[in-house]
């Protein structure tokens, strides 16, 4: 009995167990060699030995169980403790990469926009030449094409084509207004940021290829006044609340009246200079150049089905990339698109 006690303590496996087990209780076990012997012995020393035998055999089994079960515990909290996971271990972290600062500003703007109730739209960047000049009131033979130098799109593909359905890479994201009206909901109050294309000499405020926000809103009585402010609104909670605009008159044919819209820059605060030298930013005058605007033109709400004496609407255009140049404060909006992580990785 005490022998048997001693081995059981030393058993840690199961294994071990299982073979403890058969030496005591096992077909030639040690138990069994007892058990066996007892049909030999006086009916005195039957009952005696015969009852301590059984005995002992119930003792073995209850304490081979109780091993059982602690070996079974033991093995679980080793699992637990080898495949626990240590939060404060250190590991180098993989390189998720982050957004591009032209997406970071200009999602700054769709959340500014949203927050004034408006919907975002969306429309392909290779357009018919219908919607991105004819129903914008610009004619084949209008002058103003000139100012959209534009990437056509083969010849091969655009040869059997009628002339309004050519396509195009379109060269700004108006065409989305166009897109928008002619689904026939009012009122309208989108913006419609993208990707555009222009044919152009590339220095450090152009690029041939470049982000636009596109602004629309058509209703009953929509007149300038919203729109100045939709855009000073926006202008000072994209920049600063100190932030200036300044409207210019100028010409659109798909708007009526037209302006350029100068923000305070903010390099310089509007002053012109930076640490007593001339601000680059804004050449040393204050103000740059970020928005286009207007009221929309009645030819262009008649084409799109929508009433002119009943309803009116303004737009807006503005390029992400030189917004995104003055929220950062880098000096060329070209730098966004040289790959330089060095510069990317600063916003
Ligand atoms: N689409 C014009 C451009 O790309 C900008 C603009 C948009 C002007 C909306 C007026 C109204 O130059």
Known sequence: ?????????????????????????????????ILAGVKDLSIEDKKTIGVKANEMKKQFITDLEKKAVEIEIAVFAQIEADEAIDVTVWYPSENLGHKHPISHASELLEDIFISLGFKIEDGPQVESEEFAFDKLNIPADHPARDVWDTFWISDDINKDKDIWDRL????????????????????????????????????????????????????????????????????????????????????????????EVDVSCQ???????????????????????????????????????IDHKKYSGF??????????????????????????????EQF
């Open 1 to 33: 009995m005490s022998d048997f006690s001693t081995s059981l303590n030393e058993v840690s496996n199961e294994a071990a167990l299982k073979e403890l087990e058969s030496e005591y209780l096992g077909k030639k076990g040690k138990l069994k060699a």
């Open 168 to 259: 195009l890479l379109r060269p700004h994201t108006s065409p989305v207004q166009i897109r928008t009206m002619l689904k026939g909901e009012l009122p309208v109050k989108i913006i419609a940021p993208g990707r555009v294309f222009r044919y152009e000499q590339e220095d450090a405020r152009h690029t041939c290829n470049f982000y636009q926000l596109e602004g629309l809103v058509v209703g009953e009585g929509v007149t300038f006044g919203d729109l100045k402010w939709t855009l000073d609104t926006v202008m000072k909670q994209l920049l600063w609340e100190k932030t200036q605009l300044r409207f210019r008159p100028s010409i659109f044919p798909f708007t009526e009246p037209s302006a």
């Open 267 to 305: 390099i310089c605060s509007g002053t012109g200079e930076v640490k007593w030298k001339k601000c680059s930013m804004c050449s040393a005058t204050g103000w740059v150049e970020l928005l286009w605007a207007g009221m929309v033109h009645p030819n262009v709400l008649e084409w799109c089905g």
């Open 315 to 344: 737009a807006f255009g503005m390029w992400i990339d030189r917004i995104a140049a003055q929220r950062f404060g880098v000096s060329s909006s070209r730098m966004f698109y040289q790959n330089k992580l060095k510069l990317n």
